[in-house]
C-alpha cells in the first residue's frame, strides 16, 4: 500500500475510533474484521486494502448516520414508534390476549 493510502486508511480508523468514544480498539479492529467477513466473507487478515478501507468508510457513514438520529435499520422488537419518530419499548411486551 503507497504511503499516502496508509496514512488514509490510519486517519480513517482514528475518525472511527473517535466517533466511538466508548469502544477500545481492538473492540474497533474486531468489529472491522466481522464487517469484512460479512462484505466480502473473508476475515480482516485476507481482505485486500481497499477493501478494509471500502469497510471503514460505510462503518464511518453508519456511525455518523446514528449520531444525527439517522437509520435505516427497523426499530428493535418490541419498540413501537411514536408521533415524534423516537422509539419507546411496549408496555405490554409478553402479555397475551
Known amino acids: 500500500m503507497p504511503s499516502d493510502n496508509r496514512r488514509s486508511a490510519i486517519a480513517l ?4 475510533w473517535e466517533l466511538s468514544p466508548d ?3 481492538g473492540q474497533l479492529m474486531s468489529h472491522l474484521g466481522l464487517l469484512g467477513e460479512n462484505y466480502f466473507g ?3 487478515g485476507y481482505i485486500d ?6 469497510v471503514m468508510v460505510r462503518h464511518r457513514e453508519e456511525l455518523l448516520a446514528r449520531l444525527q438520529g439517522i ?3 427497523p426499530p428493535p422488537i418490541g419498540t413501537t414508534i411514536s408521533v415524534s419518530g ?3 419499548l411496549s408496555a405490554d411486551l409478553g402479555r397475551t390476549g
Open 71 to 73: 437509520s435505516d435499520q
Open 49 to 54: 486494502d481497499d477493501e478494509l478501507m471500502g
Open 13 to 16: 480508523l482514528a475518525e472511527l
Open 42 to 44: 473473508e476475515g480482516l
Open 86 to 88: 423516537s422509539c419507546t
Open 23 to 25: 469502544v477500545r480498539l
